[in-house]
């Protein structure tokens, strides 16, 4: 009886923050539409001038005194926001469901239309803070990720649908923010940072990730094994193992990684998970000796080059930055609670 009582509950309680959830989704849809007209109706009368939006903002201040969202500077962002997807008819659906902020963000850093669509996309899928959104971009996730030739041998070692879900996790570089590392370092200590500040490793990799642990032991009736990095990814339903080198790629990491594979899919591998996959991270390669590499290996196997993000110092905004941060956030709070 408490048993079934504590799962009732439990199950409504699922049910509300569901139902929560699609309520301020749809809630959002509802205002970026909303910007996108309104964008559109400031654009069809652009022949009255610039004059038309301040007049427009002090007349929409009237009958919404506490609302910023309809400022001067943010009815131009609606402009913009319409000529920007005039031509889709309607907006794209990641689009309609980025929050204001992140809409903006992605106007203001990202030209290519096709590029920005496929970041609008991440940032849904992988529910990305509008901090993480400009520091992907910051990053060059896209060029990392969809824009770069993959080095592995998935499509060769793994099903469908398996194998493109594993070449589209795949990123190279990687690039991991491990401030403590020292400029010269050893495979453990970078094991060890990696380990430190597994939640910003996690967000490197990816969505679907799970950190299972680091120096993972697998034995046989004679020696033990040591695997740098284990993960779980939730999505391909697969064990990943990560092995780290300091060093420029080598023909014999692949064998080294390949029998780690073996050994995890024997021992920890149950019957409903799918083949392990491995990731071997270098700090250069060349790309004939990886592909000739890969060609004999059965194991699915990744190999792409690594890289540390430059110092806090190196990366801070600038003002202007900042500044466009600040009024973008406060007109899309005022906007969502006053509209």
């Known amino acids: ?71 001067a500077r943010n009815l131009r962002r609606m402009k913009r926001f319409y000529l920007e997807y005039e031509n889709d008819g309607i907006l794209p659906p990641a689009v309609a469901k980025l929050p204001w902020t992140h809409n903006n963000i992605l106007i203001e850093k990202i030209k290519d239309r096709e590029k920005r669509i496929w970041y609008a996309n991440e940032a849904i899928n992988s529910n990305w803070s509008k901090v993480v959104l400009d ?43 491990l401030p403590l590392l020292k400029d010269k370092y050893i495979e453990k200590e970078l094991e060890e940072s990696m380990v430190n500040r597994i939640r910003d490793v996690l967000l490197e990799f990816g969505k679907g990730f799970s950190f299972v642990g680091n120096q993972y032991k697998i034995s046989t009736e004679d020696n033990d094994y040591y695997v740098d990095l284990l993960f779980y990814h939730l999505d391909l339903r697969c064990y990943v193992v990560v092995e780290l080198k300091n060093t420029k790629f080598q023909p014999e990491f692949v064998g080294q990684l390949s029998f780690y594979v073996t050994a995890v899919n024997k021992v920890l591998k149950k019957e409903n998970d799918n083949e392990t996959i491995g990731l071997l991270l270098c700090r250069e390669k060349d790309r004939l000796s990886v592909e000739w590499s890969l060609e004999s290996v059965n194991a699915p196997i990744g190999v792409s080059s690594y890289e540390l993000e430059k110092s806090i110092l190196e990366s801070l905004p600038t003002e202007e930055e900042i500044n466009l941060h600040i009024d973008i956030y406060d007109e899309e709070m005022d906007g969502e609670k006053h509209v």
């Open 135 to 177: 520091h992907q971009i910051d990053l060059g996730l896209y060029e990392r990720k969809a824009a770069v030739r993959k080095e592995n041998n998935f499509k060769n070692a793994l099903i469908n649908p398996q194998s493109d879900l594993a070449n589209d996790l795949q990123k190279d570089p990687y690039i991991f923010n």
């Open 1 to 71: 009886m408490d048993r079934d009582f504590k799962d009732t509950i439990l199950e409504i309680k699922n049910e509300i923050s569901k139902t929560q959830t699609l309520v301020m989704s749809d809630a959002n849809v509802r205002l970026i539409n909303m910007y996108f007209n309104i964008g559109k109706i400031i654009n069809e009368k652009s022949k009255w001038g610039s004059k038309f939006i301040q007049e427009l903002e002090i007349e929409l201040k009237i009958d919404y005194p506490n609302s910023k969202g309809f400022s």
